[in-house]
């Protein structure tokens, strides 16, 4: 349960509201005239718009849609996608559920209605306008054309056409450009974790990048620099509970430790320390790591070593991946060794098929008394994604001037690595090139990865083809040294299609229900 849910009136609000496609009025009639009285009501309404709006679930499996991770359980949601064979009566993870808009349209509709304070009133209108743009943000850069709702529907109303991507998107920035205004930069208590200024500027920022609106982008970009956010001084310190509400958290999934509900962290680690091994990075993201003189592993001037592959690599690696031979829970983790019936080689049901496994959030299990009810908050943007998002943006419109390199340098100096080589990323192109790299490696097992594959068009490059895992071979139990073999795991094959799958397919059940949406996205 998160802390927004906390006042107990919010579950009026709540249980007669589902996820059914294009939802009515979340109340009934008599309930909801008799309500919205004064501010206690207009808050547990607000709190209820809150509940789910995210979740720290698909934060952490969203990777597992894309070339970062593998998703070894179909019934979790992301492995039909990753391979290319969803289909509308198998989609997998959806989107397309109506609740959580209908819940906010509810309020919308209603909140002009208590006696209560004016400007409170205009900040949650504010708060809620942020839930509803931030669902359709997921949903128009999965699917394309989404019918646009902005009232609460009475049955004839329900069964609505698309709206075209483009009209979305400018309501979702038009929302955004309004509402960040009316929110304070901060909150303290109790409030910590309601949205803010620059959650929504963040947002905005990111619709405008993703659709290319570089320049707006910046500006966004500016406003959020002119906050008080700040790089924290570790970023492996970023993921700990003790450091949670951080100064580089702009927006965050929150929940309250004391109820101890997020159970999706005890799905990562190895089985040996009592996890499912649901999330499985891959080699491909091991390899996009640069070594620690600031090349990458295919620089034959590096200092990378394929035998000793994890040695004089970017911090950040052993920050996100548990690797073979790296010292976890009690031990050193062997996930290589077919042979060896004690460690971590690749059973079904509970050990790694990549041999790697995600270490943001559990980089030490004693931070929690029981890793499977733990009360941490789910980062959903941070401010290394706002730098990187202007250092981007300035590049490609050849803006490149010192303060995209500076931008750049503050990430990578955070984790120990050096300054950009202004001599070898001096163009467009090469900057691109540094700059997507970074953005994969600093945001990696975040959940952003599927939708920069995306907007950047490299499906057919990154997500064709047999996904591969660590080498086989041996790891020392003494101290973790590694003995590998030339055999490397194979994990699966992927298809993508270029004119198919940038469009998650929409589940033959809304088509069902909604026929006035038909046909389907291309393809499917």
């Not at 202007?390 to 419109?397: G, R, V």
């Amino acid at each position: 349960m998160k802390k927004y849910s906390l006042i107990l009136v919010v579950l009026l609000y709540l249980t007669a509201c589902n996820d059914d496609f294009l939802d009515k009025n979340p109340l009934d009639k008599l309930s909801n005239e008799t309500f919205w009285n004064n501010e206690t009501d207009a808050i547990a309404a607000a709190n209820g718009c809150y509940n789910s709006w995210w979740d720290i679930y698909y934060v952490l499996y969203f990777d597992c849609a894309s070339d970062n991770a593998y998703n070894p359980y179909p019934w979790e949601g992301f492995q039909v996608q990753a391979t290319g064979l969803a289909s509308p009566s198998n989609t997998g993870s959806s989107f397309m559920g109506y609740g959580n808009i209908t819940k906010c349209n509810s309020f919308l509709e209603n909140i002009d209605r208590p006696v209560m304070d004016e400007n409170l009133r205009k900040r949650l209108k504010a708060e809620v306008r942020f839930l509803r743009a931030w669902d359709y943000f997921i949903k128009v850069t999965l699917y394309g054309d989404v019918p646009l709702v902005e009232q609460l529907l009475n049955p004839a109303e329900a069964n609505l056409p698309r709206t075209a991507k483009a009209e979305v998107v400018k309501f979702i920035l038009d929302e955004l450009n309004e509402v960040y205004q009316d929110l304070p930069e901060s909150y303290a208590g109790s409030d910590v974790g309601r949205i803010t200024q620059g959650a929504a500027l963040a947002l905005k920022a990111r619709m405008e990048i993703f659709e290319e609106k570089y320049e707006d982008c910046i500006n966004s970009c500016l406003k959020i620099m002119d906050l008080d956010y700040a790089l924290f001084e570790n970023y492996k310190g970023l993921y700990k509970i003790a450091n949670e509400n951080n100064q580089e958290v702009i927006l965050d999934v929150q929940y309250a430790e004391s109820l101890g509900t997020t159970w999706v962290l005890g799905v990562m680690p190895p089985n040996s320390s009592g996890g499912w091994s649901s999330i499985n990075p891959t080699q491909a993201l091991v390899d996009a790591y640069e070594c620690v003189d600031g090349k990458t592993i295919d620089d034959p001037t590096s200092v990378y070593n394929p035998d000793s592959p994890y040695d004089n690599r970017d911090s950040r690696l052993a920050a996100t991946i548990i690797y073979p031979g790296a010292y976890y829970g009690s031990n050193y983790l062997n996930s290589i060794d077919e042979n060896d019936p004690n460690g971590d080689y690749y059973a079904p049901y509970g050990r790694s098929k990549t041999g790697y496994y995600p270490r943001k959030y559990i980089d030490d299990l004693n931070d929690y008394p029981n890793v499977w009810e733990t009360g941490i908050n789910g980062i959903v943007i941070r401010y290394a994604e706002v730098l990187l998002m202007y250092a981007e943006s300035k590049t490609e419109i050849n803006a490149i001037d010192a303060t995209v390199y500076d931008a750049l340098d503050a990430i990578r100096q955070r984790s120990g690595m050096p300054k950009v080589d202004r001599q070898v990323y001096n163009s467009v192109d090469k900057l691109r090139e540094l700059i997507r790299r970074e953005r994969r490696v600093e945001l990696a097992m975040e959940g952003v990865r599927w939708f920069d594959i995306c907007r950047w068009q490299i499906g057919d490059e990154v997500m064709n083809g047999m996904v591969y895992g660590a080498r086989l071979g041996t790891v020392d139990p003494n101290d973790g040294t590694l003995n590998l073999t030339d055999e490397r795991i194979e994990v699966e094959t992927r298809i993508f299609d270029e004119s198919k799958h940038y469009l998650w397919p929409i589940p033959q059940s809304v088509m069902d229900a909604t026929p006035a949406m038909m046909p389907n996205n291309p393809k499917y």
